[in-house]
């Protein structure tokens, strides 16, 4: 059982800059991929970034020049630092990630209570 905890949401300016940070915590897990989701009022929940246990990354393309996402495997943390913000990225911003137990063979989902973000004009 994996459990994800997230912290650093908040509200903050146009133009301002917030980090997100996301623990995965339990006993005998593994993770590959982490990432961030969002879902803004009256919109569908999307994939803003992703990375995989080696760093490779990816970004939805609103985001890309302006988020970063990285990780620490070490501490099973994920990380989301958003700069140049814009009142589009208000949202609900959900931790996830692809966790599996050591002695199992397939990944679940796991997901974070999710953090309100609020860019102000």
């Known amino acids: 059982q994996v459990q994800l905890v997230e912290s650093g949401g908040g509200l903050v300016q146009a133009g301002g800059s917030l980090r997100l940070s996301c623990a995965a915590s339990g006993s005998m897990f593994s993770i590959n991929a982490m990432g961030w989701y969002r879902q803004a009022q009256g919109k569908q929940r999307e994939l803003v970034a992703a990375?995989?246990?080696?760093?490779?990354?990816k970004y939805v393309d609103s985001v890309k020049g302006r988020f970063t996402i990285s990780r620490d495997n070490a501490k099973n943390t994920v990380y989301l630092q958003m700069n140049s913000l814009e009142p589009e990225d208000t949202a609900v911003y959900y931790c996830n990630a692809e966790a599996r137990h050591y002695s199992g063979s397939a990944y679940y989902n796991a997901w974070g209570q999710g953090t309100q973000v609020t860019v102000s004009s």
């Open positions: 990375v995989t246990s080696g760093g490779s990354t």
